[in-house]
C-alpha cells in the first residue's frame, strides 16, 4: 500500500459520469424568472440579456409569453402595488417605481386606481408601528414622523389625516 493513494483512480474511473445539463432555452429561462415571481416586459428583456439571450431573441420570446398569459404587465404592475403598499409605502413612491419598470401610463394608472386599500389608513397603521408618539401629541415626534410618512410617498393630506385620526 503507497501513500501516493493511487486505489482512488480506480474508484474514480468506475464512478458513473454526470451528465450536463443542456443549456435551457430563453423561454425556459424566461419561464423560470416568471414561476418566481411577475415581471414587466422590460425587467424580463434585461434579466434575459444578463443571461446571454440577444436583444431580438427576447423581445420575440417575451412576446410569445405574454400572448400565452405568462407575461402581462398590468398584472404585474397590480402585483407591485399590493406588495409596496403592504411593506407601508404610499402611491406617490409606488407611482415613481412603476414607472421605472417602462409600463405604460394607462397601465400605471388602472393598477393604482385598481387598489383597494386606504391609503390615509395605511399611514395611520404605519404611524402606529413605526412612531407612536407622534400620535400621542408630541410635536416632535409628528414633525418627524409627517417626514417619514412624505418619504414613503404619502401626499400631505394623508400625512395630516393620520396624524389628526388619533
Known amino acids: 500500500m503507497s501513500e501516493s493513494g ?5 474508484v474514480s474511473s468506475s464512478a458513473p459520469k454526470r451528465r450536463r445539463r443542456p443549456e435551457p432555452t430563453p423561454v425556459q429561462r424566461a419561464l423560470g424568472l416568471l414561476t418566481r415571481r411577475e415581471h414587466s416586459r422590460l425587467e424580463l428583456a434585461r434579466k434575459l440579456q444578463q443571461r446571454g439571450v440577444e436583444r431580438e431573441e427576447a423581445a420575440s420570446v417575451i412576446d410569445k ?43 400605471v394608472s388602472a393598477a393604482m386606481d385598481g387598489f383597494e386599500g386606504d391609503w390615509t389608513e395605511s399611514a395611520r397603521d404605519l404611524l402606529r408601528r413605526r412612531h407612536p408618539q407622534a400620535l400621542a401629541g ?29
Open 65 to 107: 409569453l405574454a400572448d400565452a398569459g405568462w407575461q402581462d404587465d398590468a398584472r404585474f404592475a397590480e402585483s407591485l402595488v399590493r406588495s409596496r403598499a403592504g411593506s407601508g409605502y404610499g402611491p406617490a413612491y409606488i407611482r415613481a417605481e412603476l414607472g421605472t419598470h417602462g409600463l405604460g401610463s394607462e397601465v
Open 6 to 10: 493511487g486505489g482512488d483512480d480506480a
Open 138 to 166: 408630541d410635536r416632535d415626534a409628528q414633525r418627524k414622523a409627517a417626514d417619514f410618512l412624505l418619504r414613503r410617498g404619502f401626499g400631505m393630506e394623508q400625512v395630516r389625516a393620520a396624524l389628526d385620526a388619533e
